[in-house]
């Protein structure tokens, strides 16, 4: 049996893959072992992104943790950052997030926060999945008063929303953005803090309806976003995803500013200011070999973990880094939030261009973007992680390896969240470099689907 959990807690289709049932047994599971130590009733809180599953899914795993002697705060429509600083924030004992991020509506997910609101180690998410496997040995379920309760909060949004402008107090008067929620879990925080804070906000996508979420929209599809920020003459375009952990801009001119840039952006600012902690910016193999190259100039350390934002958090915890992020947009302003936040990503991105009073487009030269072809090759989930077992693939990567050696490079990797291998290669033609990707994508899907 495959791992339940990938890098970015427990995914799949809600209601087959991701079952009501399965996520009891997490929250039952969850509850136990993130609780275990505690003499008093833990508290865990929940709260959702906008899919029309997550009601299904988050009573669920409520009801698996109040049947183990849990309480729960379910604080209903929420970005993963505000439940991470939320959880924090009000000490309880772990928090729970029901989202599938960036993907389609058709899947859900379950992510889980310990008390201090960071992600779990594989360690323990291991002991939660052992639990479910030998059905909860060795639990016990109370009964009576022992059994735990739920408790519904609808004003936590506004707690998030001021920590958040707290943090970033920038003056946005005179500033139109342009801001595609993604029918997501931001269609109200990001705008009501971008307004309070004097923008002219033109909100796209903000209207979810329990089945729009990400559908053709938000940071995994820029172009309405592109088209409209020039229409709309804006300074800026901001693209959050499904629960708005992850951000993306466009500049004036509608091109598109990923994670390396942004990170970039304000990892020099803040190095400038003093405020970039052993000035080093944490990376994962996936940024563009022109973020290394930009830091190798601006006498900033580049750290490298593997893909996903929990290693990169992990490793900024151990150097004690305060920036660190992925191309995709999830950035982490560790000073300020335990997780990828993309309203505070926003606010941190929008202050540099208060500040230098540069356009986005001027700022986003400080690092070249190297051609660069990403695609997914299809392949059944439970062999995406044995794709180098395959001799005709291992050999063709091998030969593509060697053909790009010193000018560009390849990497392959298996999607944490997705039935998915990823074919990346960076070189100097882009229209070979997508050849190559396609060609070696189509190999490994033909091969292994």
Not at 75 to 91: D, R
Not at 167 to 177: E, K, P, Q
Request: proline share 3%; glycine share 10%; charged share 25%.
């Amino acid at each position: 049996m495959a791992r339940l959990f990938g890098t970015d807690g427990v995914r799949g289709l809600a209601n087959e893959e991701l079952t009501p049932l399965l996520a009891m047994q997490l929250g039952q599971a969850g509850a136990h072992v993130l609780t275990k130590e505690k003499a008093h009733k833990p508290t865990i809180m929940v709260g959702c992104d906008t899919r029309i599953s997550g009601d299904m899914l988050a009573n669920a795993l409520m009801a698996g943790a109040c049947s183990v002697g849990a309480n729960c705060i379910f604080v209903g429509v929420l970005p993963t950052p505000a439940v991470a600083y939320l959880t924090q924030k009000y000490k309880v004992d772990a928090g729970v997030v029901i989202s599938a991020s960036h993907n389609p509506v058709e899947f859900n997910g379950i992510k889980f926060f310990d008390g201090n609101g960071y992600k779990l180690p594989d360690e323990l998410e291991d002991e939660i999945e052992a639990l479910i496997k030998t059905q909860m040995q060795g639990v016990k379920f109370p009964t009576g008063t022992g059994i735990g309760k739920i408790k519904y909060r609808t004003d936590a949004k506004e707690e998030y929303i001021n920590h958040v402008m707290q943090a970033v107090n920038v003056d946005l008067t005179g500033m139109r953005i342009v801001v595609d929620c993604a029918e997501g879990a931001s269609y109200y925080t990001s705008v009501e803090a971008l307004r309070e804070l004097g923008a002219d906000v033109v909100a796209i996508h903000n209207n979810p309806d329990g089945t729009n979420i990400n559908a053709n929209c938000g940071s995994t599809h820029m172009e309405e976003l592109q088209a409209r920020v020039v229409f709309e003459k804006a300074d800026v375009g901001l693209a959050f995803d499904g629960d708005a952990d992850r951000l993306l801009a466009v500049d004036e001119n509608g091109q598109m500013v990923d994670g390396d840039q942004i990170m970039a952006i304000v990892g020099n600012h803040m190095k400038k200011n003093g405020k970039l902690k052993g000035n080093v910016i944490v990376a994962t193999v996936m940024s563009n070999l022109g973020f290394f190259l930009m830091a190798e100039k601006h006498d900033i350390k580049a750290e490298q973990t593997k893909v996903g934002d929990r290693y990169v958090l992990e490793r900024m915890r151990e150097i004690g880094a305060s920036l660190g992020g992925e191309q995709s947009g999830h950035v982490i302003f560790l000073d300020e939030n335990t997780t990828g936040d993309g309203l505070l990503s926003a606010l941190h991105l929008l202050q540099v261009i208060v500040d230098t009073k540069q356009k986005l487009s001027e700022l986003s030269q400080i690092m070249q973007v190297l051609p660069q072809a990403l695609v997914n090759a299809k392949v059944a989930n439970h062999k995406k992680d044995r794709y180098m077992e395959y001799p005709e693939i291992a050999a063709a990567i091998e030969e593509l390896t060697k053909k790009f050696a010193g000018e560009g490079r390849v990497l392959i990797r298996p999607s944490g969240t997705e039935p998915l291998v990823r074919v990346m290669i960076e070189g100097k033609d882009q229209a070979q470099i997508q050849d190559e990707a396609e060609k070696l994508a189509s190999l490994i899907q033909d091969i292994m689907f």
